[in-house]
Nanobody, 127 residues
Framework: QLQLVETGGALVQPGGSLRLSCAASGLALEYYAIGWFRQAPGKEREGVSCISRSGGRTNYADSVKGRFTISRDIAKGTAYLQMNNLRPEDTGIYYC????????????????????WGQGTQVTVSS
């Protein structure tokens, strides 16, 4: 059973940090690219970051560059999103997603490219 479970979401003050985790099971993670997406209330879901199979390629939305870092640990079957200097506009439900990939070095953050999704974890940035 292929399953993705996000954890780590919380209520945090502006300027704070969180690390989200995405635990994968039921798949050989080394063959999959990982993406992180988020959805704020009343807005469309948007891509945040992605990481290629090998971990050698990462992409970030302009709004999070320099603040967020994506990583993966194949041995643990887990991907991470480290979020620093959080802003109120970062508030939303964060989802991890995965797709099979033949490429070791390519990834994208286009929602339609990812067929497998977790249930999401809530991140709220507020004073």
């Amino acid at each position: 059973q292929l399953q993705l479970v996000e954890t780590g979401g919380a209520l945090v003050q502006p300027g704070g940090s969180l690390r989200l985790s995405c635990a994968a099971s039921g798949l050989a993670l080394e063959y999959y690219a990982i993406g992180w997406f988020r959805q704020a209330p009343g807005k469309e879901r948007e891509g945040v970051s992605c990481i290629s199979r090998s971990g050698g390629r990462t992409n970030y939305a302009d709004s999070v560059k320099g603040r967020f870092t994506i990583s993966r640990d194949i041995a643990k079957g887990t991907a991470y999103l480290q979020m620093n200097n959080l802003r109120p506009e970062d508030t939303g439900i964060y989802y991890c997603a995965t797709r099979f990939s033949f490429s070791l070095t390519m990834c994208g953050i286009i929602e339609g490219e990812y067929p497998y999704w977790g249930q999401g974890t809530q991140v709220t940035v507020s004073s």
